[in-house]
């Protein structure tokens, strides 16, 4: 989103980029200026806090070199940066993803996080922008935010770009994996958030009783502990991190990072996503414009904001919900196999659902597409 609202802006705006550190290969470039503030992440407590003041003195400086105007942060470290660093400019934080229910918020950090610096750094903001609407409600109810600083902008979604790397054929290796079994697919980066662990566990439970495959797309920090999950459970594991040669013989496929995934995601016959928390899928926006029926777990935020519009935000599922674009099911733990084995049968056994999802999800996508909702981003820095 970053690069997406980098190029959008620049079309009406001088816009400069800038990071952290530049320690790793810049994945979007957007053709903008991009100035590092070439200040590396800290290993300790005290460490932290001294780097946190540098990157707040040296974005200050850029800010008065370049006579920013308005700056715009993404995720909360930025936004902290960013907001102490404040001169004269107008400042907008971009909020991606649930705070209240964030596991990594966690220990002594954690604690000054939710009670100190969530609360001020947000309400010091000239506006707060949230992805999902459950995220807004989030920081009124729980960080009492006021209201008038906050804004929902859905993410958007280029359905005509991802339709066509979606279209792209796969190469030639990989088109055993989807022969003669239906296929399961999970795009994204292997971390705790993603709860890939538990989709293994129990997938070894459901893979018995039909031929199926799962596929993971995707690398991350996460990877050597999930190997030995497989490995725990018995599961036939492919992953080219070793000489294991590719064939139809796996039951569970871990195929790395792959500059397109779209084209994975297409040919599957369902998406899974079992997060324990979200802020606004992009995968899911992906996974509809591919025309591929998607079973999510109903964590905070964004799944039922994007697969259903009628469900309330006040209660936690304990049953499969089958929504107008896509199927819910509680957070995949072992008390909800029963219900991500029950959602996923249905699917299986039902052409008529199968074919409703498809047309369904990506009618619900053209509700996220950029051209229906970049002009609110344009709107939001005219405002201001």
Known sequence: MFYDH????????????????????????????????????????????????????RLRKIKKQNNVAICISHLEGADL??????????????????????????????VIRQYLLIPLAYSLADRVVCVSEAIRQELIEHYRITPDRL???????????????????????????????????????LSRQKNIGSLL???????????????????????????EICASLKIKTYHPWSNHSL???????FLGFQENPLNFVKNADVFLLPSLWEGF??????????????ISAD????????????????????????????VLVPLLNE??????????????????????????SLERVEFFSKERNSQKIINLVNSI
């Open 151 to 189: 804004t929902t902008i859905h993410n958007f979604f280029d359905v005509q770009e991802i339709r066509n790397m979606a279209n792209e054929p796969l190469l030639n290796k990989f088109i055993p994996v989807y022969a003669d079994a239906v296929v399961l697919i999970f795009s994204g980066r």
């Open 6 to 57: 980098s190029r959008l802006l620049a079309k009406h705006y001088e816009v400069i980029e800038c990071v952290f550190n530049t320690e790793t290969t810049q994945a979007f470039p957007s053709g903008n200026r991009l100035l590092s503030l070439d200040v590396k992440a800290g290993t300790n407590l005290f460490d932290k806090f001294y780097r946190f003041l540098q990157r707040i003195k």
């Open 281 to 294: 899928p992009m995968v899911l926006g992906e996974a509809m414009a591919c025309s591929t029926p998607i």
């Open 335 to 360: 008390f909800s196999f029963s219900s991500w084995t029950a959602a996923l049968s249905k699917i299986m056994e039902d052409q008529t659902l199968i074919d409703y999802y498809k047309d369904h």
């Open 299 to 326: 964590c905070p935020t964004g799944p039922r904001e994007m697969l259903t519009d009628n469900i309330r935000f006040d209660h936690q599922l304990e049953y499969p919900y089958f929504g107008g674009y896509g």
């Open 81 to 110: 940066v960013n907001i102490f660093s404040r001169r004269r400019e107008k400042i907008v934080s971009w909020i991606h993803g649930s705070k209240r229910f964030d596991q990594n918020i966690s220990g002594l950090i954690g």
């Open 247 to 253: 064939d139809d013989s796996y039951q569970v496929y």
């Open 201 to 227: 566990t129990w997938y070894s439970t459901f893979q018995s009783t039909s031929r199926n495959r799962l596929l993971i797309v995707g690398d991350g920090e996460l990877r050597e502990e999930l190997l």
